[in-house]
Protein backbone atom coordinates (compact mmCIF):
# COMPACT_ATOMS: atom_id res chain seq x y z
CA UNK A 1 0.00 0.00 0.00
CA UNK A 2 0.96 2.96 -1.39
CA UNK A 3 0.37 6.76 0.25
CA UNK A 4 -0.02 9.56 -1.44
CA UNK A 5 3.59 11.77 -2.37
CA UNK A 6 3.94 14.68 -0.41
CA UNK A 7 6.21 17.38 -1.72
CA UNK A 8 8.01 20.17 0.46
CA UNK A 9 10.07 23.56 -0.76
CA UNK A 10 13.07 22.23 -2.31
CA UNK A 11 12.85 18.21 -1.51
CA UNK A 12 12.08 15.53 -4.03
CA UNK A 13 8.80 13.95 -2.89
CA UNK A 14 9.20 10.50 -0.71
CA UNK A 15 7.15 7.19 -1.42
CA UNK A 16 6.37 5.86 1.70
CA UNK A 17 5.32 1.52 1.49
CA UNK A 18 3.21 0.37 4.41
CA UNK A 19 2.02 -3.52 4.78
CA UNK A 20 -0.87 -4.70 7.03
CA UNK A 21 0.30 -7.13 10.15
CA UNK A 22 -2.38 -9.19 10.16
CA UNK A 23 -1.93 -12.64 9.37
CA UNK A 24 -5.95 -13.42 8.89
CA UNK A 25 -8.73 -10.95 7.59
CA UNK A 26 -11.42 -9.77 10.22
CA UNK A 27 -14.16 -11.36 9.46
CA UNK A 28 -16.26 -10.04 12.54
CA UNK A 29 -16.14 -7.96 15.64
CA UNK A 30 -18.13 -8.69 18.54
CA UNK A 31 -19.33 -5.86 20.90
CA UNK A 32 -16.96 -6.55 23.74
CA UNK A 33 -14.23 -5.78 21.10
CA UNK A 34 -13.62 -9.39 20.39
CA UNK A 35 -12.09 -10.00 17.10
CA UNK A 36 -12.93 -13.38 14.61
CA UNK A 37 -10.36 -13.78 12.12
CA UNK A 38 -11.01 -16.06 9.36
CA UNK A 39 -8.66 -18.52 8.52
CA UNK A 40 -6.71 -18.62 4.99
CA UNK A 41 -8.13 -20.91 2.39
CA UNK A 42 -6.11 -24.02 1.56
CA UNK A 43 -5.19 -25.08 -2.24
CA UNK A 44 -8.32 -26.97 -3.36
CA UNK A 45 -10.35 -24.15 -1.75
CA UNK A 46 -8.55 -21.40 -3.29
CA UNK A 47 -9.00 -23.07 -6.70
CA UNK A 48 -12.57 -23.62 -6.46
CA UNK A 49 -12.76 -20.10 -5.35
CA UNK A 50 -11.06 -19.39 -9.15
CA UNK A 51 -13.29 -21.38 -10.99
CA UNK A 52 -16.33 -19.75 -9.83
CA UNK A 53 -15.09 -16.75 -11.25
CA UNK A 54 -14.72 -18.18 -14.60
CA UNK A 55 -17.68 -17.27 -17.12
CA UNK A 56 -18.86 -20.14 -18.63
CA UNK A 57 -21.67 -18.41 -20.90
CA UNK A 58 -19.18 -16.96 -22.62
CA UNK A 59 -17.77 -20.04 -23.21
CA UNK A 60 -20.68 -22.20 -24.30
CA UNK A 61 -21.60 -18.89 -26.75
CA UNK A 62 -18.26 -19.02 -28.44
CA UNK A 63 -18.62 -23.42 -28.50
CA UNK A 64 -22.14 -22.74 -30.42
CA UNK A 65 -20.90 -20.03 -32.90
CA UNK A 66 -18.06 -22.87 -33.34
CA UNK A 67 -20.80 -25.13 -34.08
CA UNK A 68 -22.13 -22.89 -36.23
CA UNK A 69 -19.78 -22.51 -38.05
CA UNK A 70 -18.61 -26.12 -39.05
CA UNK A 71 -21.98 -26.31 -40.13
CA UNK A 72 -21.47 -24.20 -42.95
CA UNK A 73 -17.79 -25.33 -43.86
CA UNK A 74 -15.61 -22.72 -42.28
CA UNK A 75 -12.73 -23.11 -39.89
CA UNK A 76 -12.02 -20.47 -37.44
CA UNK A 77 -9.92 -20.96 -34.52
CA UNK A 78 -10.88 -19.63 -31.06
CA UNK A 79 -8.68 -19.24 -27.79
CA UNK A 80 -10.45 -19.58 -24.01
CA UNK A 81 -9.76 -15.92 -22.56
CA UNK A 82 -8.22 -16.67 -19.17
CA UNK A 83 -8.91 -14.65 -16.35
CA UNK A 84 -6.37 -12.10 -14.84
CA UNK A 85 -6.25 -12.96 -11.08
CA UNK A 86 -4.15 -10.91 -9.14
CA UNK A 87 -2.85 -13.70 -7.02
CA UNK A 88 0.89 -14.11 -5.91
CA UNK A 89 0.63 -17.70 -5.54
CA UNK A 90 -0.16 -18.75 -9.06
CA UNK A 91 2.24 -18.77 -12.11
CA UNK A 92 2.42 -16.05 -14.84
CA UNK A 93 0.27 -17.35 -17.70
CA UNK A 94 3.40 -16.04 -20.08
CA UNK A 95 5.26 -18.39 -17.84
CA UNK A 96 3.45 -21.41 -17.62
CA UNK A 97 4.74 -24.76 -17.34
CA UNK A 98 3.53 -28.17 -18.50
CA UNK A 99 0.87 -29.70 -16.64
CA UNK A 100 3.14 -33.43 -16.12
CA UNK A 101 5.60 -30.61 -14.40
CA UNK A 102 2.37 -29.09 -12.44
CA UNK A 103 1.60 -32.50 -11.26
CA UNK A 104 2.95 -33.17 -7.74
CA UNK A 105 1.20 -28.97 -7.01
CA UNK A 106 -2.32 -30.55 -7.76
CA UNK A 107 -2.34 -34.22 -6.30
CA UNK A 108 -5.19 -34.30 -4.24
CA UNK A 109 -7.64 -32.41 -6.68
CA UNK A 110 -6.37 -34.55 -9.34
CA UNK A 111 -7.06 -37.97 -7.01
CA UNK A 112 -10.33 -36.78 -6.33
CA UNK A 113 -11.31 -35.83 -9.71
CA UNK A 114 -9.88 -39.79 -10.87
CA UNK A 115 -11.72 -40.69 -7.82
CA UNK A 116 -15.09 -39.23 -8.79
CA UNK A 117 -14.85 -40.59 -12.57
CA UNK A 118 -14.62 -43.94 -11.41
CA UNK A 119 -17.66 -43.89 -9.20
CA UNK A 120 -19.38 -42.68 -11.90
CA UNK A 121 -18.14 -45.01 -14.24
CA UNK A 122 -18.93 -47.71 -11.88
CA UNK A 123 -22.67 -46.36 -11.44
CA UNK A 124 -23.19 -46.26 -15.06
CA UNK A 125 -22.55 -50.14 -16.06
CA UNK A 126 -24.64 -51.11 -12.90
CA UNK A 127 -27.36 -49.21 -14.05
CA UNK A 128 -26.65 -49.90 -17.73
CA UNK A 129 -26.52 -54.06 -16.85
CA UNK A 130 -29.45 -53.53 -14.54
CA UNK A 131 -31.90 -51.36 -17.54
CA UNK A 132 -31.12 -53.47 -20.46
CA UNK A 133 -32.02 -57.23 -20.71
CA UNK A 134 -29.24 -58.23 -22.96
CA UNK A 135 -26.59 -58.11 -19.73
CA UNK A 136 -28.76 -59.37 -16.45
CA UNK A 137 -32.27 -60.77 -16.43
CA UNK A 138 -33.77 -60.41 -12.73
CA UNK A 139 -36.63 -63.16 -11.94
CA UNK A 140 -38.25 -63.98 -8.61
CA UNK A 141 -37.93 -67.37 -6.91
CA UNK A 142 -40.31 -69.54 -7.88
CA UNK A 143 -42.02 -71.23 -4.71
CA UNK A 144 -43.98 -74.42 -4.04
CA UNK A 145 -47.17 -74.89 -5.38
CA UNK A 146 -48.21 -77.47 -3.12
CA UNK A 147 -46.50 -75.23 -0.26
CA UNK A 148 -48.31 -72.26 -0.87
CA UNK A 149 -51.69 -73.99 -0.40
CA UNK A 150 -51.11 -75.07 3.17
CA UNK A 151 -49.43 -71.80 4.00
CA UNK A 152 -51.26 -69.39 6.28
CA UNK A 153 -51.00 -65.92 6.85
CA UNK A 154 -51.34 -66.68 10.71
CA UNK A 155 -48.37 -69.09 10.43
CA UNK A 156 -46.08 -66.11 8.73
CA UNK A 157 -46.78 -63.75 11.05
CA UNK A 158 -45.63 -65.74 13.92
CA UNK A 159 -42.62 -66.51 11.92
CA UNK A 160 -41.83 -63.31 11.09
CA UNK A 161 -42.49 -62.54 14.83
CA UNK A 162 -40.06 -64.74 15.98
CA UNK A 163 -37.53 -63.72 13.57
CA UNK A 164 -38.08 -60.25 15.07
CA UNK A 165 -37.58 -61.06 18.67
CA UNK A 166 -34.24 -63.25 17.76
CA UNK A 167 -32.87 -60.55 16.56
CA UNK A 168 -34.53 -57.81 19.37
CA UNK A 169 -32.77 -60.31 21.85
CA UNK A 170 -29.34 -60.12 19.97
CA UNK A 171 -29.62 -56.38 20.11
CA UNK A 172 -30.59 -56.60 23.23
CA UNK A 173 -27.52 -58.78 24.42
CA UNK A 174 -25.37 -56.64 22.41
CA UNK A 175 -26.29 -53.79 24.26
CA UNK A 176 -26.27 -55.43 27.62
CA UNK A 177 -22.54 -55.99 26.98
CA UNK A 178 -21.88 -52.78 26.20
CA UNK A 179 -23.08 -50.57 29.37
CA UNK A 180 -20.99 -53.30 31.35
CA UNK A 181 -18.07 -52.39 29.70
CA UNK A 182 -18.55 -48.91 29.95
CA UNK A 183 -19.96 -49.22 33.57
CA UNK A 184 -16.52 -51.52 34.40
CA UNK A 185 -14.67 -48.37 32.70
CA UNK A 186 -16.52 -45.67 35.00
CA UNK A 187 -15.91 -47.75 38.16
CA UNK A 188 -12.16 -48.37 37.15
CA UNK A 189 -11.75 -44.55 37.03
CA UNK A 190 -11.76 -42.85 40.19
CA UNK A 191 -13.99 -39.52 40.01
CA UNK A 192 -11.74 -36.36 41.18
CA UNK A 193 -14.34 -34.83 43.17
CA UNK A 194 -14.98 -38.23 45.02
CA UNK A 195 -11.15 -38.77 45.83
CA UNK A 196 -10.49 -35.83 46.98
CA UNK A 197 -13.42 -35.42 49.09
CA UNK A 198 -11.87 -38.51 50.90
CA UNK A 199 -8.48 -36.70 51.23
CA UNK A 200 -10.08 -34.04 52.95
CA UNK A 201 -11.61 -36.47 55.76
CA UNK A 202 -8.07 -37.07 56.83
CA UNK A 203 -5.73 -33.70 55.91
CA UNK A 204 -6.22 -30.19 56.26
CA UNK A 205 -6.98 -28.65 52.70
CA UNK A 206 -7.99 -25.43 51.56
CA UNK A 207 -8.39 -23.25 48.60
CA UNK A 208 -5.58 -20.62 47.29
CA UNK A 209 -7.02 -18.99 44.21
CA UNK A 210 -6.87 -21.76 41.38
CA UNK A 211 -4.59 -24.18 43.70
CA UNK A 212 -5.39 -26.25 46.17
CA UNK A 213 -2.58 -26.58 49.20
CA UNK A 214 -2.95 -28.50 52.19
CA UNK A 215 -0.98 -28.83 55.31
CA UNK A 216 1.10 -31.38 56.67
CA UNK A 217 2.12 -29.34 60.03
CA UNK A 218 1.31 -30.23 63.47
CA UNK A 219 0.02 -26.38 64.17
CA UNK A 220 -3.23 -27.80 65.61
CA UNK A 221 -1.13 -29.38 68.62
CA UNK A 222 0.51 -25.67 69.37
CA UNK A 223 3.89 -27.11 67.65
CA UNK A 224 6.70 -24.45 67.06
CA UNK A 225 8.60 -26.21 64.49
CA UNK A 226 9.09 -23.84 61.48
CA UNK A 227 9.91 -26.42 58.14
CA UNK A 228 7.44 -25.81 55.44
CA UNK A 229 4.63 -28.53 55.35
CA UNK A 230 2.25 -27.77 52.68
CA UNK A 231 1.33 -29.65 49.69
CA UNK A 232 -0.29 -29.32 46.65
CA UNK A 233 -3.35 -31.59 44.68
CA UNK A 234 -3.39 -31.35 41.26
CA UNK A 235 -5.93 -33.22 39.40
CA UNK A 236 -4.46 -36.11 37.24
CA UNK A 237 -5.45 -36.62 33.33
CA UNK A 238 -3.62 -39.54 32.85
CA UNK A 239 -4.68 -42.56 34.99
CA UNK A 240 -3.60 -46.34 34.22
CA UNK A 241 -4.54 -49.74 35.48
CA UNK A 242 -1.00 -49.58 37.85
CA UNK A 243 -2.47 -45.87 39.21
CA UNK A 244 -6.29 -45.69 38.98
CA UNK A 245 -5.91 -42.70 41.32
CA UNK A 246 -7.04 -39.27 39.80
CA UNK A 247 -5.23 -36.50 42.68
CA UNK A 248 -1.26 -35.88 42.19
CA UNK A 249 0.23 -34.96 45.02
CA UNK A 250 3.61 -32.34 45.10
CA UNK A 251 5.07 -32.35 48.37
CA UNK A 252 8.01 -30.44 49.00
CA UNK A 253 12.00 -32.28 48.43
CA UNK A 254 12.34 -31.71 51.66
CA UNK A 255 9.73 -34.36 53.26
CA UNK A 256 10.60 -37.26 50.11
CA UNK A 257 12.28 -39.95 51.36
CA UNK A 258 11.29 -40.28 54.99
CA UNK A 259 13.45 -41.11 57.62
CA UNK A 260 13.92 -42.71 61.01
CA UNK A 261 15.63 -43.57 64.60
CA UNK A 262 17.82 -46.42 65.06
CA UNK A 263 18.63 -45.92 69.02
CA UNK A 264 21.04 -48.59 70.38
CA UNK A 265 23.65 -48.60 73.03
CA UNK A 266 26.93 -48.64 72.71
CA UNK A 267 30.30 -49.52 74.63
CA UNK A 268 33.48 -47.99 75.09
CA UNK A 269 33.80 -43.92 73.38
CA UNK A 270 33.48 -43.08 69.90
CA UNK A 271 36.04 -41.90 68.14
CA UNK A 272 35.82 -37.93 67.12
CA UNK A 273 36.37 -38.51 63.39
CA UNK A 274 32.93 -40.86 63.29
CA UNK A 275 30.52 -38.57 65.31
CA UNK A 276 29.70 -36.41 61.99
CA UNK A 277 29.53 -39.15 59.54
CA UNK A 278 25.92 -39.71 58.91
CA UNK A 279 24.73 -43.87 59.86
CA UNK A 280 23.84 -44.89 56.25
CA UNK A 281 21.33 -47.56 56.78
CA UNK A 282 18.85 -48.99 53.96
CA UNK A 283 15.57 -49.67 55.57
CA UNK A 284 13.48 -51.86 53.98
CA UNK A 285 9.95 -50.43 54.43
CA UNK A 286 10.96 -46.87 52.42
CA UNK A 287 13.68 -48.17 49.66
CA UNK A 288 10.71 -49.24 47.35
CA UNK A 289 9.19 -45.89 48.13
CA UNK A 290 8.78 -43.52 44.65
CA UNK A 291 6.91 -41.31 43.26
CA UNK A 292 4.24 -43.87 41.68
CA UNK A 293 3.22 -44.56 45.39
CA UNK A 294 -0.34 -43.51 46.51
CA UNK A 295 -0.96 -40.10 47.13
CA UNK A 296 -1.41 -41.50 50.80
CA UNK A 297 1.25 -43.37 51.39
CA UNK A 298 3.31 -40.33 50.27
CA UNK A 299 1.82 -38.27 52.80
CA UNK A 300 2.10 -40.08 55.55
CA UNK A 301 5.45 -40.51 55.12
CA UNK A 302 6.36 -37.32 54.60
CA UNK A 303 4.44 -36.18 57.84
CA UNK A 304 6.08 -38.96 59.95
CA UNK A 305 9.26 -37.12 58.29
CA UNK A 306 7.68 -34.26 60.05
CA UNK A 307 7.47 -35.81 63.22
CA UNK A 308 11.10 -36.97 63.21
CA UNK A 309 12.76 -33.76 62.63
CA UNK A 310 10.37 -31.69 64.89
CA UNK A 311 11.58 -34.67 67.59
CA UNK A 312 15.28 -34.71 66.62
CA UNK A 313 15.24 -30.79 67.09
CA UNK A 314 13.77 -30.83 70.93
CA UNK A 315 16.31 -34.01 71.80
CA UNK A 316 19.39 -31.89 70.20
CA UNK A 317 18.12 -28.81 72.01
CA UNK A 318 17.48 -30.09 75.53
CA UNK A 319 20.84 -32.23 75.04
CA UNK A 320 22.80 -28.43 74.93
CA UNK A 321 20.63 -27.46 78.17
CA UNK A 322 21.07 -31.05 79.76
CA UNK A 323 23.49 -30.85 82.89
CA UNK A 324 24.92 -34.38 83.63
CA UNK A 325 28.23 -35.36 85.29
CA UNK A 326 29.70 -36.30 81.78
CA UNK A 327 28.04 -34.09 79.05
CA UNK A 328 25.70 -35.49 76.51
CA UNK A 329 26.86 -34.73 72.38
CA UNK A 330 25.29 -33.82 69.62
CA UNK A 331 26.51 -33.84 66.03
CA UNK A 332 25.10 -33.50 62.94
CA UNK A 333 22.35 -36.67 63.07
CA UNK A 334 23.56 -38.27 66.12
CA UNK A 335 22.59 -37.43 69.74
CA UNK A 336 25.36 -39.68 72.92
CA UNK A 337 24.48 -39.35 76.30
CA UNK A 338 26.52 -41.46 78.88
CA UNK A 339 24.06 -44.36 80.51
CA UNK A 340 27.00 -45.91 82.94
CA UNK A 341 30.85 -45.65 82.90
CA UNK A 342 31.64 -47.23 79.55
CA UNK A 343 28.00 -47.34 78.25
CA UNK A 344 26.30 -44.76 76.10
CA UNK A 345 22.55 -43.93 74.30
CA UNK A 346 23.02 -43.00 70.76
CA UNK A 347 20.16 -42.00 68.80
CA UNK A 348 20.22 -41.69 64.92
CA UNK A 349 18.34 -40.26 62.88
CA UNK A 350 18.80 -42.24 59.59
CA UNK A 351 17.88 -41.68 56.04
CA UNK A 352 17.45 -43.93 53.38
CA UNK A 353 20.40 -44.46 51.44
CA UNK A 354 19.73 -47.21 48.58
CA UNK A 355 23.88 -47.24 47.83
CA UNK A 356 23.95 -48.25 51.05
CA UNK A 357 25.40 -52.05 52.10
CA UNK A 358 24.55 -51.86 55.65
CA UNK A 359 20.99 -53.53 55.84
CA UNK A 360 18.69 -52.70 58.99
CA UNK A 361 18.97 -54.52 61.56
CA UNK A 362 15.81 -54.55 63.87
CA UNK A 363 17.99 -56.60 66.63
CA UNK A 364 20.67 -53.81 66.92
CA UNK A 365 17.99 -51.18 67.03
CA UNK A 366 15.96 -50.72 70.80
CA UNK A 367 12.51 -50.35 69.10
CA UNK A 368 11.55 -50.06 72.89
CA UNK A 369 13.17 -46.68 73.18
CA UNK A 370 12.38 -45.47 69.57
CA UNK A 371 9.01 -45.88 70.58
CA UNK A 372 9.25 -43.91 73.90
CA UNK A 373 10.69 -41.37 71.84
CA UNK A 374 7.04 -41.37 69.56
CA UNK A 375 5.25 -41.70 72.73
CA UNK A 376 6.38 -38.67 74.55
CA UNK A 377 6.24 -36.22 72.15
CA UNK A 378 2.87 -37.68 71.17
CA UNK A 379 2.20 -36.80 74.83
CA UNK A 380 3.01 -33.20 74.69
CA UNK A 381 0.58 -32.58 72.00
CA UNK A 382 -2.01 -34.45 73.22
CA UNK A 383 -1.65 -31.87 76.48
CA UNK A 384 -1.28 -28.57 74.39
CA UNK A 385 -4.77 -29.77 72.91
CA UNK A 386 -6.78 -30.95 76.28
CA UNK A 387 -6.22 -29.31 79.00
CA UNK A 388 -7.34 -30.50 82.73
CA UNK A 389 -10.99 -29.16 83.73
CA UNK A 390 -10.14 -26.49 86.17
CA UNK A 391 -11.37 -26.39 89.59
CA UNK A 392 -13.14 -24.09 90.40
CA UNK A 393 -14.28 -23.88 87.37
CA UNK A 394 -13.52 -20.05 87.59
CA UNK A 395 -9.82 -20.63 87.50
CA UNK A 396 -8.04 -20.51 84.47
CA UNK A 397 -6.70 -23.14 82.10
CA UNK A 398 -3.72 -24.95 81.84
CA UNK A 399 -2.96 -25.14 85.73
CA UNK A 400 -1.31 -28.41 87.10
CA UNK A 401 -4.02 -30.41 89.69
CA UNK A 402 -1.41 -30.17 92.24
CA UNK A 403 -0.75 -26.75 92.35
CA UNK A 404 -4.88 -26.18 92.92
CA UNK A 405 -4.07 -27.22 96.83
CA UNK A 406 -0.72 -25.50 97.02
CA UNK A 407 -2.45 -22.77 99.09
CA UNK A 408 -4.17 -24.61 101.47
CA UNK A 409 -1.41 -26.74 102.08
CA UNK A 410 0.82 -23.92 102.25
CA UNK A 411 3.55 -25.18 100.11
CA UNK A 412 7.22 -23.29 99.94
CA UNK A 413 9.14 -21.88 97.74
CA UNK A 414 11.37 -25.30 96.79
CA UNK A 415 7.25 -27.41 96.81
CA UNK A 416 6.00 -25.48 94.33
CA UNK A 417 9.70 -25.45 91.82
CA UNK A 418 9.86 -29.31 91.93
CA UNK A 419 6.29 -29.48 91.14
CA UNK A 420 6.04 -27.12 88.31
CA UNK A 421 9.77 -28.48 87.01
CA UNK A 422 8.75 -31.04 84.21
CA UNK A 423 11.24 -33.63 82.49
CA UNK A 424 12.55 -33.42 79.14
CA UNK A 425 12.36 -36.13 76.86
CA UNK A 426 15.95 -36.88 76.39
CA UNK A 427 16.07 -37.05 80.31
CA UNK A 428 12.91 -39.49 80.22
CA UNK A 429 14.75 -41.83 77.74
CA UNK A 430 18.35 -41.57 79.15
CA UNK A 431 16.21 -42.62 82.36
CA UNK A 432 14.46 -45.51 80.79
CA UNK A 433 17.64 -46.19 79.11
CA UNK A 434 19.29 -46.60 82.39
CA UNK A 435 16.87 -49.25 83.53
CA UNK A 436 16.60 -51.43 80.65
CA UNK A 437 20.24 -51.79 80.96
CA UNK A 438 20.09 -52.25 84.98
CA UNK A 439 17.54 -54.32 84.64
CA UNK A 440 19.29 -56.41 82.09
CA UNK A 441 22.04 -56.63 83.95
CA UNK A 442 20.44 -57.97 87.08
CA UNK A 443 18.77 -60.68 85.03
CA UNK A 444 21.97 -61.72 83.45
CA UNK A 445 23.27 -61.98 86.89
CA UNK A 446 20.45 -64.26 88.23
CA UNK A 447 20.80 -66.33 85.34
CA UNK A 448 24.49 -67.24 85.46
CA UNK A 449 24.25 -67.47 88.98
CA UNK A 450 21.12 -70.08 88.73
CA UNK A 451 23.69 -71.79 86.17
CA UNK A 452 26.60 -71.93 88.58
CA UNK A 453 25.04 -72.68 91.78
CA UNK A 454 22.60 -75.66 91.84
CA UNK A 455 22.01 -76.18 95.31
CA UNK A 456 19.83 -74.47 96.51
CA UNK A 457 17.81 -73.56 93.26
CA UNK A 458 17.20 -70.18 92.58
CA UNK A 459 13.91 -69.16 91.20
CA UNK A 460 13.14 -65.01 89.98
CA UNK A 461 9.97 -64.35 89.81
CA UNK A 462 9.75 -61.09 87.40
CA UNK A 463 6.35 -59.13 87.43
CA UNK A 464 4.52 -59.12 84.35
CA UNK A 465 3.40 -55.27 84.83
CA UNK A 466 6.25 -52.87 85.25
CA UNK A 467 6.45 -49.14 85.22
CA UNK A 468 8.79 -47.20 82.70
CA UNK A 469 11.44 -46.69 84.93
CA UNK A 470 11.03 -49.31 88.22
CA UNK A 471 10.90 -53.10 88.09
CA UNK A 472 10.33 -55.69 90.92
CA UNK A 473 11.82 -59.19 91.23
CA UNK A 474 11.03 -62.04 93.97
CA UNK A 475 14.43 -64.26 93.95
CA UNK A 476 13.26 -67.68 95.99
CA UNK A 477 15.98 -70.11 97.11
CA UNK A 478 14.59 -73.54 97.83
CA UNK A 479 16.87 -76.94 98.99
CA UNK A 480 15.29 -79.53 96.46
CA UNK A 481 13.15 -82.44 98.15
CA UNK A 482 12.41 -80.34 101.28
CA UNK A 483 10.30 -77.75 100.20
CA UNK A 484 7.76 -78.33 103.27
CA UNK A 485 9.80 -76.63 105.89
CA UNK A 486 9.20 -73.17 105.98
CA UNK A 487 12.46 -72.39 106.85
CA UNK A 488 14.02 -74.40 103.55
CA UNK A 489 12.57 -71.41 101.87
CA UNK A 490 14.62 -67.94 101.44
CA UNK A 491 12.94 -64.91 99.80
CA UNK A 492 14.62 -61.94 98.91
CA UNK A 493 12.44 -58.50 96.85
CA UNK A 494 14.75 -57.03 94.84
CA UNK A 495 13.37 -53.14 93.10
CA UNK A 496 15.42 -52.36 90.01
CA UNK A 497 15.24 -48.64 89.40
CA UNK A 498 17.39 -46.15 86.67
CA UNK A 499 20.76 -46.30 89.32
CA UNK A 500 19.53 -48.16 91.99
CA UNK A 501 19.04 -51.90 93.27
CA UNK A 502 16.68 -51.80 95.94
CA UNK A 503 16.56 -55.23 98.59
CA UNK A 504 14.62 -55.87 100.88
CA UNK A 505 15.04 -58.54 103.32
CA UNK A 506 12.83 -61.33 104.54
CA UNK A 507 13.14 -60.45 108.09
CA UNK A 508 12.33 -56.04 106.97
CA UNK A 509 15.72 -54.86 106.22
CA UNK A 510 16.53 -53.03 103.30
CA UNK A 511 19.50 -52.69 101.53
CA UNK A 512 20.29 -50.14 98.92
CA UNK A 513 22.73 -51.44 96.06
CA UNK A 514 24.58 -49.18 93.35
CA UNK A 515 24.47 -50.07 89.85
CA UNK A 516 26.91 -52.58 90.04
CA UNK A 517 26.60 -56.02 89.63
CA UNK A 518 28.98 -57.31 91.65
CA UNK A 519 27.30 -55.83 95.10
CA UNK A 520 24.58 -57.68 94.23
CA UNK A 521 26.23 -60.88 93.74
CA UNK A 522 27.67 -60.60 97.27
CA UNK A 523 24.75 -60.27 98.39
CA UNK A 524 23.03 -63.32 96.79
CA UNK A 525 25.94 -65.52 97.84
CA UNK A 526 25.62 -64.36 101.56
CA UNK A 527 21.77 -65.23 101.03
CA UNK A 528 22.91 -68.61 99.54
CA UNK A 529 25.08 -69.22 102.75
CA UNK A 530 23.12 -68.28 105.25
CA UNK A 531 19.96 -70.39 103.61
CA UNK A 532 21.97 -73.77 104.28
CA UNK A 533 22.63 -73.01 107.78
CA UNK A 534 19.11 -72.12 108.10
CA UNK A 535 17.74 -75.14 105.92
CA UNK A 536 20.11 -77.90 108.04
CA UNK A 537 18.69 -76.18 111.74
CA UNK A 538 15.02 -76.97 110.65
CA UNK A 539 16.00 -80.60 109.83
CA UNK A 540 17.60 -81.12 112.96
CA UNK A 541 14.70 -80.03 114.84
CA UNK A 542 12.93 -82.34 112.68
CA UNK A 543 15.32 -85.05 113.73
CA UNK A 544 15.72 -84.29 117.25
CA UNK A 545 19.08 -83.13 117.50
CA UNK A 546 19.93 -80.06 119.68
CA UNK A 547 20.77 -76.84 118.56
CA UNK A 548 23.73 -75.76 121.01
CA UNK A 549 24.43 -72.11 118.72
CA UNK A 550 23.50 -70.49 115.50
CA UNK A 551 25.54 -67.33 114.36
CA UNK A 552 24.56 -65.76 111.19
CA UNK A 553 27.83 -63.71 111.14
CA UNK A 554 31.03 -65.57 112.24
CA UNK A 555 33.40 -62.63 113.68
CA UNK A 556 36.60 -64.91 114.67
CA UNK A 557 38.32 -67.26 112.60
CA UNK A 558 39.75 -66.83 108.89
CA UNK A 559 37.84 -64.50 106.97
CA UNK A 560 36.49 -64.37 103.72
CA UNK A 561 38.87 -63.83 101.02
CA UNK A 562 36.47 -61.18 99.09
CA UNK A 563 33.29 -59.97 100.73
CA UNK A 564 30.77 -61.13 103.20
CA UNK A 565 30.82 -62.93 106.31
CA UNK A 566 30.29 -66.88 106.72
CA UNK A 567 27.51 -68.33 109.15
CA UNK A 568 28.01 -71.57 111.73
CA UNK A 569 25.93 -74.31 113.26
CA UNK A 570 26.70 -76.10 115.78
CA UNK A 571 24.21 -79.52 116.82
CA UNK A 572 24.24 -82.58 119.24
CA UNK A 573 22.87 -85.93 118.68
CA UNK A 574 19.70 -87.05 120.58
CA UNK A 575 21.80 -89.31 122.53
CA UNK A 576 24.49 -86.87 123.21
CA UNK A 577 27.57 -88.55 122.11
CA UNK A 578 28.05 -86.63 118.91
CA UNK A 579 28.69 -83.37 118.13
CA UNK A 580 28.40 -81.73 114.91
CA UNK A 581 29.80 -78.46 113.56
CA UNK A 582 29.13 -76.63 110.15
CA UNK A 583 30.05 -73.24 109.05
CA UNK A 584 29.05 -72.37 105.32
CA UNK A 585 30.74 -69.15 103.71
CA UNK A 586 29.70 -67.29 100.53
CA UNK A 587 33.22 -67.95 98.87
CA UNK A 588 34.96 -70.46 101.23
CA UNK A 589 32.08 -73.06 101.04
CA UNK A 590 30.71 -75.85 103.83
CA UNK A 591 33.11 -77.30 105.83
CA UNK A 592 31.71 -79.92 108.74
CA UNK A 593 33.44 -80.91 111.45
CA UNK A 594 32.34 -84.05 113.92
CA UNK A 595 33.31 -84.47 117.44
CA UNK A 596 32.69 -88.20 119.55
CA UNK A 597 32.75 -88.84 123.05
CA UNK A 598 34.91 -92.00 124.57
CA UNK A 599 32.86 -95.88 123.57
CA UNK A 600 34.00 -96.11 126.88
CA UNK A 601 32.74 -93.93 129.73
CA UNK A 602 33.64 -94.27 133.28
CA UNK A 603 30.88 -92.24 135.12
CA UNK A 604 31.95 -90.83 138.47
CA UNK A 605 31.15 -88.43 140.89
CA UNK A 606 32.36 -85.47 139.65
CA UNK A 607 31.02 -86.12 135.96
CA UNK A 608 28.13 -88.27 135.75
CA UNK A 609 26.56 -87.31 132.41
CA UNK A 610 28.62 -88.60 129.45
CA UNK A 611 27.98 -85.53 127.34
CA UNK A 612 30.20 -83.39 129.36
CA UNK A 613 33.16 -85.98 128.31
CA UNK A 614 32.76 -84.41 124.29
CA UNK A 615 33.43 -80.99 126.14
CA UNK A 616 37.55 -81.91 125.71
CA UNK A 617 37.02 -84.10 122.24
CA UNK A 618 38.57 -83.30 119.16
CA UNK A 619 36.53 -82.28 115.93
CA UNK A 620 37.26 -83.83 112.96
CA UNK A 621 36.79 -82.77 109.24
CA UNK A 622 34.36 -84.39 107.37
CA UNK A 623 34.11 -84.83 103.94
CA UNK A 624 30.45 -84.47 103.47
CA UNK A 625 30.91 -84.70 99.03
CA UNK A 626 31.36 -88.38 99.28
CA UNK A 627 28.52 -88.79 101.38
CA UNK A 628 25.04 -90.62 99.23
CA UNK A 629 22.57 -87.35 98.82
CA UNK A 630 21.69 -85.18 95.42
CA UNK A 631 21.99 -81.76 97.99
CA UNK A 632 23.95 -80.71 101.34
CA UNK A 633 20.32 -80.85 103.22
CA UNK A 634 20.12 -84.29 101.87
CA UNK A 635 23.28 -85.81 102.26
CA UNK A 636 23.32 -83.95 106.14
CA UNK A 637 20.04 -85.70 106.57
CA UNK A 638 21.64 -89.56 106.19
CA UNK A 639 25.11 -88.35 108.18
CA UNK A 640 22.90 -87.21 111.35
CA UNK A 641 20.59 -90.63 110.88
CA UNK A 642 23.65 -92.45 111.31
CA UNK A 643 24.97 -90.47 114.00
CA UNK A 644 21.79 -91.08 116.07
CA UNK A 645 22.04 -94.61 116.35
CA UNK A 646 23.19 -96.10 119.66
CA UNK A 647 26.43 -97.69 120.00
Known amino acids: ?72 GGKKDFEIPEVQVNVSSFINPAQRQPFSQLAPQFESIKSKIMNALTNISVMYDVIKVAKEPDYLVIEPVAKDQSRMTDEKHIT ?35 DFHTELRTMRQNWRLRKKGQNIIGDLSYRGAWSNFSQPATFEVIRSENQTAQNPSSLIVNT ?75 PTIAAGNQILAPLFPGLQLSINLCH ?108 PNWNYLNAPNQTSVRVDLYSYGYEGFSSCRTSVMLHIDTKTVKAIMRDGRVLNLSFESQELRHLLLNLISHHQVVALQSLAKAMGWKLVSLNASVGVGKQEPVCGTASSLVLISPN ?60 MEYMMACLAIKS
Open 156 to 190: VLVSKKKAIAQAAQLISNALDRLQNEANHASRSRI
Open 576 to 635: GERTVSVKSGPHSGIKVKLSSSPQEFLPSNLVSNPQWQQLNGQFKIVNWQRLPGKTFVNK
Open 1 to 72: MNSNPTTNSGQQPLTVSMEVTDEYMVQEILNDGTEIYKHPLNMSENFAKIIQRIDFDKLSTILSNQGNGQNN
Open 252 to 326: PKTLEGGNFYVVRTVKGNLQSNTLFEPLKVSHPQLQNQSNESSWQTRLEIAQNMLFNNELFKRLAHESVLLKLPI
Open 352 to 459: PSPNSSTQYDSASNNTVLEHTLYQLLHEIHYKNMHFPLPRPTSVTLAINSARYVAGPRAYDKKTLAQISQNETILEQVIQQAQHSMLRLRTMCLIDSLAIEIQDPLII
